[in-house]
T-cell receptor, first 115, second 112 residues
Framework: DAGVIQSPRHEVTEMGQEVTLRCKPI?????LFWYRQTMMRGLELLIY????????DSGMPEDRFSAKMPNASFSTLKIQPSEPRDSAVYFC?????????????FGPGTRLTVT | QQQVKQSPQSLIVQKGGIPIINCAYE??????FPWYQQFPGKGPALLIA?????SEKKEGRFTISFNKSAKQFSLHIMDSQPGDSATYFC???????????FGTGTKLQVIP
């Protein structure tokens, strides 16, 4: 299995621009998570989906952030408009209740820099 | 009550030493406690996990000790190696939930 795939790996954009991060979960996994990691706040859960339906979006910082999962093999996290404080590494993870312990498998992350 | 407190923030040990990372929680509904290892430029990866019905679990050089009454758990790395240098996160998950609460992380450096 290729693991969780994220794109792009690095994104540099100017303040005010729209940013779209992409994730392909592991085939067969029915949970998908979006996390943000910064030095100041650590690893924060933004939102997670079960069977393509958002279950908990309480971690989404504000209305500028939105996430979708149109099918079982693809999800996006969009920031519009982007701000410098959004600079962070964004991780996507997937899991399945069929796995012992519901282990979450993380992707390699997207490093976002907003100037 | 959803927090998991982790210490220390950073740790430097010599090769062969036994670094210990500690975590504490408040929510007694947590029933699964994983540890994740993250190397620079990579996503976190599950290292070892424990449920509260056991007091210790070993996998290779990594051991989790769990104290249910104190609501504390810790990771010990035996015979640490420079390749163990990474950031370690403890975490906890509530029974019946997929959401995992992570600690703040411990950056470990093992010097030769």
């Amino acid at each position: 299995d290729a693991g969780v795939i994220q794109s792009p790996r690095h994104e540099v954009t100017e303040m005010g621009q729209e940013v779209t991060l992409r994730c392909k979960p592991i085939s067969g996994h029915d949970y998908l998570f979006w996390y943000r990691q910064t030095m100041m706040r650590g690893l924060e859960l933004l939102i997670y989906f079960n069977n393509n339906v958002p279950i908990d979006d309480s971690g989404m910082p504000e209305d500028r952030f939105s996430a979708k999962m149109p099918n079982a093999s693809f999800s996006t996290l969009k920031i519009q408009p982007s701000e410098p404080r959004d600079s962070a590494v964004y991780f996507c993870a997937s899991s399945s209740p069929g796995l012992a312990g519901y282990e979450q498998y993380f992707g390699p992350g997207t490093r976002l820099t907003v100037t | 009550q959803q927090q998991v407190k982790q210490s220390p923030q950073s740790l430097i040990v010599q090769k062969g030493g036994i670094p210990i990372i500690n975590c504490a929680y408040e929510n007694t509904a947590f029933d699964y406690f994983p540890w994740y290892q993250q190397f620079p430029g990579k996503g976190p990866a599950l290292l070892i996990a424990i449920r509260p019905d056991v007091s210790e679990k070993k996998e290779g050089r990594f051991t989790i000790s769990f104290n249910k009454s104190a609501k504390q758990f810790s990771l010990h790395i035996m015979d640490s190696q420079p390749g163990d240098s990474a950031t370690y996160f403890c975490a906890a998950r509530r029974r019946g939930y997929q959401k995992v609460t992570f600690g703040t992380g411990t950056k470990l450096q093992v010097i030769p």
